[in-house]
Protein backbone atom coordinates (compact mmCIF):
# COMPACT_ATOMS: atom_id res chain seq x y z
CA UNK A 1 0.00 0.00 0.00
CA UNK A 2 1.27 3.68 -0.31
CA UNK A 3 2.22 3.44 -3.48
CA UNK A 4 1.26 7.22 -4.41
CA UNK A 5 2.26 8.38 -1.34
CA UNK A 6 3.51 12.31 -1.30
CA UNK A 7 1.92 12.37 -5.00
CA UNK A 8 -0.45 15.38 -5.87
CA UNK A 9 -2.99 14.17 -8.80
CA UNK A 10 -5.11 16.21 -10.84
CA UNK A 11 -8.53 14.27 -11.71
CA UNK A 12 -10.55 15.47 -14.30
CA UNK A 13 -14.78 14.14 -14.41
CA UNK A 14 -13.67 12.89 -10.94
CA UNK A 15 -17.56 14.27 -9.24
CA UNK A 16 -18.83 10.17 -10.23
CA UNK A 17 -17.85 7.04 -12.16
CA UNK A 18 -14.41 6.00 -13.46
CA UNK A 19 -13.00 9.35 -11.66
CA UNK A 20 -14.51 9.06 -8.50
CA UNK A 21 -12.96 5.11 -8.45
CA UNK A 22 -9.95 6.94 -9.27
CA UNK A 23 -9.90 9.19 -6.78
CA UNK A 24 -10.81 6.35 -4.17
CA UNK A 25 -7.69 4.09 -5.44
CA UNK A 26 -5.47 7.10 -5.37
CA UNK A 27 -6.45 8.35 -1.92
CA UNK A 28 -6.14 4.58 -1.03
CA UNK A 29 -2.41 4.50 -2.32
CA UNK A 30 -1.85 7.99 -0.15
CA UNK A 31 -2.25 10.75 -2.89
CA UNK A 32 -3.99 14.20 -2.15
CA UNK A 33 -6.40 14.27 -4.96
CA UNK A 34 -7.66 17.26 -7.00
CA UNK A 35 -11.47 16.80 -8.32
CA UNK A 36 -12.43 18.73 -11.10
CA UNK A 37 -15.67 18.07 -12.48
CA UNK A 38 -18.36 20.58 -14.65
CA UNK A 39 -21.06 19.43 -12.30
CA UNK A 40 -21.14 21.08 -8.51
CA UNK A 41 -21.69 17.30 -7.36
CA UNK A 42 -17.90 17.64 -7.37
CA UNK A 43 -18.09 19.15 -3.42
CA UNK A 44 -20.18 16.52 -2.51
CA UNK A 45 -17.88 13.57 -3.53
CA UNK A 46 -15.29 15.62 -2.28
CA UNK A 47 -16.78 15.57 1.20
CA UNK A 48 -18.02 12.35 0.86
CA UNK A 49 -14.36 11.28 -0.06
CA UNK A 50 -12.66 12.57 3.19
CA UNK A 51 -9.40 14.49 3.85
CA UNK A 52 -6.32 15.04 1.23
CA UNK A 53 -9.43 15.85 -1.05
CA UNK A 54 -9.60 19.38 -3.13
CA UNK A 55 -12.74 20.38 -5.25
CA UNK A 56 -13.17 22.51 -8.44
CA UNK A 57 -16.08 23.25 -10.33
CA UNK A 58 -14.33 23.01 -13.63
CA UNK A 59 -15.49 23.37 -17.55
CA UNK A 60 -12.60 21.64 -19.21
CA UNK A 61 -13.39 22.80 -22.99
CA UNK A 62 -12.53 26.28 -21.47
CA UNK A 63 -9.10 27.02 -21.25
CA UNK A 64 -9.30 30.35 -19.80
CA UNK A 65 -10.87 28.63 -16.76
CA UNK A 66 -8.24 25.25 -16.86
CA UNK A 67 -5.31 27.92 -16.91
CA UNK A 68 -6.89 29.60 -13.44
CA UNK A 69 -7.88 26.12 -11.99
CA UNK A 70 -4.63 24.63 -12.59
CA UNK A 71 -2.66 28.07 -11.26
CA UNK A 72 -4.94 28.21 -8.31
CA UNK A 73 -4.45 23.96 -7.39
CA UNK A 74 -0.72 23.81 -7.86
CA UNK A 75 0.08 27.55 -6.14
CA UNK A 76 -2.29 25.92 -3.51
CA UNK A 77 -0.71 22.32 -3.62
CA UNK A 78 3.11 23.25 -4.58
CA UNK A 79 3.13 20.84 -7.51
CA UNK A 80 1.24 17.88 -9.85
CA UNK A 81 2.66 14.71 -10.29
CA UNK A 82 -0.31 13.35 -11.81
CA UNK A 83 -2.76 13.98 -14.07
CA UNK A 84 -5.83 11.76 -14.91
CA UNK A 85 -7.86 12.91 -18.45
CA UNK A 86 -10.88 11.15 -17.57
CA UNK A 87 -14.00 13.89 -18.32
CA UNK A 88 -15.50 12.52 -20.92
CA UNK A 89 -19.02 11.94 -22.34
CA UNK A 90 -20.71 9.65 -25.21
CA UNK A 91 -23.76 10.55 -26.99
CA UNK A 92 -24.80 8.11 -29.70
CA UNK A 93 -26.43 8.56 -32.54
CA UNK A 94 -25.56 6.92 -36.44
CA UNK A 95 -23.35 9.24 -38.63
CA UNK A 96 -26.01 10.03 -41.07
CA UNK A 97 -28.18 11.48 -38.73
CA UNK A 98 -25.97 13.33 -36.50
CA UNK A 99 -25.60 16.90 -36.14
CA UNK A 100 -22.58 18.52 -36.18
CA UNK A 101 -23.56 20.11 -32.86
CA UNK A 102 -23.44 16.82 -31.22
CA UNK A 103 -20.45 15.88 -32.67
CA UNK A 104 -18.66 18.94 -31.94
CA UNK A 105 -19.81 18.70 -28.06
CA UNK A 106 -17.96 15.06 -28.02
CA UNK A 107 -15.13 16.22 -29.97
CA UNK A 108 -14.59 19.45 -27.42
CA UNK A 109 -14.97 17.25 -24.42
CA UNK A 110 -12.97 14.34 -25.15
CA UNK A 111 -10.62 15.71 -27.42
CA UNK A 112 -10.15 19.59 -26.84
CA UNK A 113 -10.80 19.15 -22.87
CA UNK A 114 -7.87 16.18 -22.75
CA UNK A 115 -6.12 19.23 -24.55
CA UNK A 116 -6.42 21.69 -22.50
CA UNK A 117 -5.87 20.57 -19.32
CA UNK A 118 -2.71 18.91 -20.46
CA UNK A 119 -1.45 22.16 -22.02
CA UNK A 120 -2.26 23.50 -18.73
CA UNK A 121 -0.36 20.73 -16.73
CA UNK A 122 2.70 20.16 -18.47
CA UNK A 123 4.69 22.94 -17.86
CA UNK A 124 4.33 22.10 -14.23
CA UNK A 125 5.45 19.18 -14.46
CA UNK A 126 8.61 19.59 -16.78
CA UNK A 127 9.47 22.24 -14.15
CA UNK A 128 9.47 19.27 -11.72
CA UNK A 129 11.36 16.76 -14.21
CA UNK A 130 8.46 14.24 -13.15
CA UNK A 131 4.71 13.30 -14.34
CA UNK A 132 2.55 10.85 -14.81
CA UNK A 133 -0.37 11.16 -17.58
CA UNK A 134 -3.11 8.87 -17.41
CA UNK A 135 -5.44 9.43 -20.62
CA UNK A 136 -8.88 7.70 -20.78
CA UNK A 137 -9.68 6.30 -24.32
CA UNK A 138 -11.78 3.35 -24.62
CA UNK A 139 -11.90 -0.09 -26.49
CA UNK A 140 -14.80 2.36 -28.48
CA UNK A 141 -12.77 3.64 -31.68
CA UNK A 142 -8.71 2.21 -30.90
CA UNK A 143 -10.38 -1.58 -30.95
CA UNK A 144 -14.06 -2.10 -31.29
CA UNK A 145 -17.53 -0.04 -32.55
CA UNK A 146 -21.21 -0.58 -32.80
CA UNK A 147 -23.65 1.35 -34.71
CA UNK A 148 -24.41 5.08 -33.13
CA UNK A 149 -20.67 5.64 -32.05
CA UNK A 150 -18.91 7.14 -35.31
CA UNK A 151 -18.54 10.36 -32.93
CA UNK A 152 -17.68 9.34 -30.03
CA UNK A 153 -15.13 6.29 -31.17
CA UNK A 154 -13.34 8.77 -33.74
CA UNK A 155 -12.87 11.14 -30.02
CA UNK A 156 -11.57 7.95 -28.26
CA UNK A 157 -9.57 7.07 -31.44
CA UNK A 158 -7.90 10.23 -30.87
CA UNK A 159 -6.77 10.00 -27.43
CA UNK A 160 -4.55 7.14 -28.57
CA UNK A 161 -2.77 9.32 -30.81
CA UNK A 162 -2.30 11.78 -28.81
CA UNK A 163 -0.75 9.92 -25.96
CA UNK A 164 1.65 8.37 -28.51
CA UNK A 165 2.76 11.73 -29.98
CA UNK A 166 3.28 13.45 -26.29
CA UNK A 167 4.90 10.67 -24.86
CA UNK A 168 7.74 10.63 -27.62
CA UNK A 169 7.95 14.88 -26.76
CA UNK A 170 8.31 14.30 -22.81
CA UNK A 171 10.05 11.00 -22.47
CA UNK A 172 13.46 13.25 -21.45
CA UNK A 173 12.02 15.14 -18.84
CA UNK A 174 10.61 11.79 -17.12
CA UNK A 175 7.13 12.18 -17.90
CA UNK A 176 5.11 8.83 -18.91
CA UNK A 177 1.86 8.75 -21.04
CA UNK A 178 -0.16 6.62 -21.15
CA UNK A 179 -3.76 5.49 -22.35
CA UNK A 180 -6.74 3.59 -20.51
CA UNK A 181 -9.28 1.11 -23.25
CA UNK A 182 -12.25 0.42 -20.75
CA UNK A 183 -14.88 -1.93 -21.82
CA UNK A 184 -18.16 -1.86 -20.13
CA UNK A 185 -17.94 -0.13 -17.09
CA UNK A 186 -20.69 0.38 -14.74
CA UNK A 187 -21.55 3.94 -14.46
CA UNK A 188 -23.83 6.52 -15.27
CA UNK A 189 -22.91 6.52 -18.34
CA UNK A 190 -23.37 2.83 -19.29
CA UNK A 191 -26.78 3.25 -17.20
CA UNK A 192 -27.75 6.22 -19.42
CA UNK A 193 -27.07 4.17 -22.61
CA UNK A 194 -29.11 1.46 -21.65
CA UNK A 195 -31.93 3.54 -20.72
CA UNK A 196 -32.07 4.92 -24.23
CA UNK A 197 -31.83 1.40 -25.64
CA UNK A 198 -34.78 -0.16 -23.21
CA UNK A 199 -36.47 2.78 -21.53
CA UNK A 200 -39.04 0.17 -19.23
CA UNK A 201 -36.06 -1.65 -18.40
CA UNK A 202 -32.46 -0.43 -18.66
CA UNK A 203 -31.53 -3.24 -16.07
CA UNK A 204 -32.11 -5.89 -18.50
CA UNK A 205 -29.91 -4.11 -21.19
CA UNK A 206 -26.64 -4.40 -18.62
CA UNK A 207 -27.73 -8.14 -17.78
CA UNK A 208 -27.53 -9.04 -21.47
CA UNK A 209 -24.05 -7.07 -21.63
CA UNK A 210 -22.65 -9.04 -18.27
CA UNK A 211 -23.76 -11.88 -19.44
CA UNK A 212 -21.95 -11.38 -23.46
CA UNK A 213 -18.79 -10.87 -21.52
CA UNK A 214 -16.68 -13.90 -20.53
CA UNK A 215 -16.15 -12.55 -16.80
CA UNK A 216 -19.57 -12.36 -16.68
CA UNK A 217 -19.97 -8.89 -15.17
CA UNK A 218 -19.37 -4.96 -16.19
CA UNK A 219 -16.43 -3.62 -14.87
CA UNK A 220 -16.48 -1.26 -11.74
CA UNK A 221 -14.73 1.88 -11.42
CA UNK A 222 -13.18 0.71 -8.31
CA UNK A 223 -11.00 -1.75 -11.96
CA UNK A 224 -10.44 1.62 -13.46
CA UNK A 225 -8.98 3.18 -10.67
CA UNK A 226 -6.33 0.25 -10.08
CA UNK A 227 -5.25 0.40 -13.09
CA UNK A 228 -5.07 3.95 -12.78
CA UNK A 229 -2.79 3.56 -9.64
CA UNK A 230 -0.48 0.95 -11.12
CA UNK A 231 0.13 3.27 -13.89
CA UNK A 232 0.23 6.45 -11.62
CA UNK A 233 2.77 4.27 -9.77
CA UNK A 234 6.77 3.79 -9.59
CA UNK A 235 6.04 0.20 -10.72
CA UNK A 236 5.37 1.61 -14.26
CA UNK A 237 8.11 4.21 -14.25
CA UNK A 238 9.04 2.49 -17.62
CA UNK A 239 6.09 2.35 -19.61
CA UNK A 240 4.97 5.23 -21.49
CA UNK A 241 3.35 5.68 -25.10
CA UNK A 242 0.89 2.57 -24.56
CA UNK A 243 -3.05 1.59 -23.87
CA UNK A 244 -4.09 -0.87 -21.60
CA UNK A 245 -7.83 -2.68 -22.73
CA UNK A 246 -9.75 -3.36 -19.38
CA UNK A 247 -12.40 -4.98 -20.59
CA UNK A 248 -13.17 -8.38 -18.51
CA UNK A 249 -12.02 -10.30 -22.12
CA UNK A 250 -14.72 -9.00 -23.79
CA UNK A 251 -12.95 -8.07 -26.77
CA UNK A 252 -11.58 -11.93 -27.37
CA UNK A 253 -14.05 -14.04 -28.70
CA UNK A 254 -13.20 -14.91 -32.41
CA UNK A 255 -16.65 -15.90 -32.58
CA UNK A 256 -19.65 -14.10 -32.55
CA UNK A 257 -22.71 -14.60 -30.50
CA UNK A 258 -25.33 -15.75 -32.69
CA UNK A 259 -24.78 -19.37 -31.26
CA UNK A 260 -21.45 -20.40 -32.79
CA UNK A 261 -20.02 -20.49 -28.87
N1 LIG B 1 -18.36 3.63 -18.41
C1 LIG B 1 -17.82 2.99 -19.43
O1 LIG B 1 -18.24 1.87 -19.78
C2 LIG B 1 -16.67 3.59 -20.18
C3 LIG B 1 -16.05 2.81 -21.16
C4 LIG B 1 -14.96 3.34 -21.85
C5 LIG B 1 -14.50 4.60 -21.56
N2 LIG B 1 -15.12 5.35 -20.60
C6 LIG B 1 -14.59 6.69 -20.36
O2 LIG B 1 -14.39 6.90 -18.96
C7 LIG B 1 -14.50 8.30 -18.69
C8 LIG B 1 -15.45 8.52 -17.53
O3 LIG B 1 -16.73 8.04 -17.90
P1 LIG B 1 -17.80 7.51 -16.85
O4 LIG B 1 -18.32 6.25 -17.38
O5 LIG B 1 -17.26 7.57 -15.47
O6 LIG B 1 -18.93 8.62 -17.09
P2 LIG B 1 -19.77 9.47 -16.06
O7 LIG B 1 -20.78 10.17 -16.92
O8 LIG B 1 -20.23 8.64 -14.92
O9 LIG B 1 -18.71 10.52 -15.51
C9 LIG B 1 -18.14 11.52 -16.32
C10 LIG B 1 -17.83 12.73 -15.48
O10 LIG B 1 -17.26 13.73 -16.35
C11 LIG B 1 -17.84 14.98 -16.02
N3 LIG B 1 -17.80 15.89 -17.17
C12 LIG B 1 -18.53 15.84 -18.31
N4 LIG B 1 -18.26 16.90 -19.09
C13 LIG B 1 -17.32 17.63 -18.45
C14 LIG B 1 -16.64 18.85 -18.74
N5 LIG B 1 -16.89 19.55 -19.87
N6 LIG B 1 -15.73 19.32 -17.85
C15 LIG B 1 -15.49 18.65 -16.69
N7 LIG B 1 -16.12 17.51 -16.35
C16 LIG B 1 -17.01 17.00 -17.21
C17 LIG B 1 -19.28 14.63 -15.62
O11 LIG B 1 -19.89 15.68 -14.87
C18 LIG B 1 -19.08 13.35 -14.83
O12 LIG B 1 -18.88 13.58 -13.46
C19 LIG B 1 -14.96 8.95 -19.99
O13 LIG B 1 -13.86 9.53 -20.66
C20 LIG B 1 -15.52 7.80 -20.78
O14 LIG B 1 -15.48 8.03 -22.16
C21 LIG B 1 -16.20 4.87 -19.91
Request: hydrophobic residues 40%.
Amino acid sequence: MGKLKGKIAFITGGAAGNGRGIAESFLRQGAEVILADISDTVFTTADELGENVFAYQLDITKPHDVNNCVADAAAKLGRIDILVNNAGIARFSKFIDIEDKLRDLQFDVNIKGTWNCTKAILPHMINNKYGRIINMSSVTGPYAADPGEVAYATTKAAIIGFTKALAIETAQHNITVNAICPGYILTSMVRHSAGESNPVNPQAVIDAIAAGIPMKRLGTPGNIGDLAAFLASGEADYITGTDIIIDGGNGIPETNSMGLR
